[in-house]
């Protein structure tokens, strides 16, 4: 067992447009802006209470750390229950139950009265703002988002870390082939070196969030998160217009995910072990060559 090596994230307070932009954006750098939402209402009102105080009755679909096995889609609901149920077990304490991409436009517009899309240089997308709820406890498998947006993540209520990592550190982090993750077998808060050595080599970026907290993450990041408690976020997107990653978006979102669940329709656990296997082998035996060189 180890720790993933990783480096303090870059914060600052009362960045301009300009700073933004030269700094983080254009060199596609990640940082946490500590103070971006202080003039939000949503830093004084939002909390686990005022969620479900909103929104108690609606019905949610909940997913757990367990990997989706056999013939099942990529993403399937573990469970589904009450919104005010659910907030319930994330103020009692450690669940892996998460619930993500939890759209605030269909599910509950009232929220949008209290964020505003921050004048920071990034193109925000302003129809999808999306939710992410998760308990003590819970983690995110790490990934990077299909759809290579520009990302701004605000967390509320509790605290969470985050590691990022850049898109030229996927070649370490035994990514899944035609998925967007690594493999689920991986627990990054304690990754086992003898069965994944590659995990060494990985430089990754850390920041623990709370209250309030903006983090900027560019396109293409990796990130893997841990509920230090139970709470929520918000993710402000803003879409690629380079066309290159206009054309892995396309292909990310028509092709990769269709294609992954027909093979394991018709395939089922055969196709997930293949590639499994395939990615430890292939990653191990370069990882095995570069110490013998
Ligand atoms: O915070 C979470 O639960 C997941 C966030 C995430 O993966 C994202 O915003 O892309």
Redesign the pocket.
């Known amino acids: 067992m180890g720790t993933i090596k990783t480096i303090p994230i870059a914060r600052v307070k009362n960045i301009t447009k300009e700073t933004f932009v030269k700094e983080y954006y254009k060199p596609q750098r990640p940082v946490l802006i500590e103070d971006l939402t202080r003039s939000w209402p949503a830093y004084e009102k939002w909390n686990l209470d005022y969620i479900q105080s909103l929104a108690g009755d609606q019905i949610v679909p909940l997913y757990n750390n367990e990997p989706t096995k056999g013939r099942k889609k990529s993403v399937v609901p573990a469970k589904k229950m009450k919104l005010y149920d659910y907030i319930e077990i994330l103020k009692s304490g450690p669940t892996d139950l ?1 619930m ?1 991409f939890y759209n605030v436009l269909q599910k509950m517009p009232e929220l949008t009265k209290d964020f505003s899309y921050p004048d920071i240089g990034l193109p925000f997308f302003k129809k999808l703002p ?1 939710m ?3 308990g003590k406890g ?1 983690k ?1 498998l790490a ?1 990077y ?1 299909m759809d290579l947006a520009d ?1 701004l ?1 605000v ?1 509320f209520h509790g605290e ?1 870390t ?1 590691t990022l990592f850049r898109p030229d550190q996927a070649k370490y982090l035994y990514k899944v082939p035609f998925t967007v993750h690594n493999l689920e077998t991986i627990d990054m808060d304690n990754p086992d070196f003898t069965k994944y050595p590659a995990l060494q080599q990985v430089e990754g970026i850390s920041v623990t969030m709370k209250h309030g907290d903006a983090l900027y ?1 560019p396109s293409g990041y990796w ?1 893997y ?1 841990t ?1 230090l408690n139970g709470g929520f ?1 918000i ?1 402000l997107r803003a879409f690629p217009r380079h066309p290159k990653k206009l054309a892995k978006l396309f292909s990310n979102l028509l092709f990769m995910r269709n294609f992954e669940n027909i093979m394991r329709r018709t395939l089922g656990q055969k196709w997930i072990d293949y590639k499994e296997n395939r990615v430890v082998a292939r990653l191990n035996r370069r990882y095995s060559k570069q110490q013998h060189d």
């Open positions: 998460r993500f999306v992410f709820f998760g819970s995110v990934h988002d990302l993540h967390h969470k985050v993450m990130h998160i509920y976020s993710t």
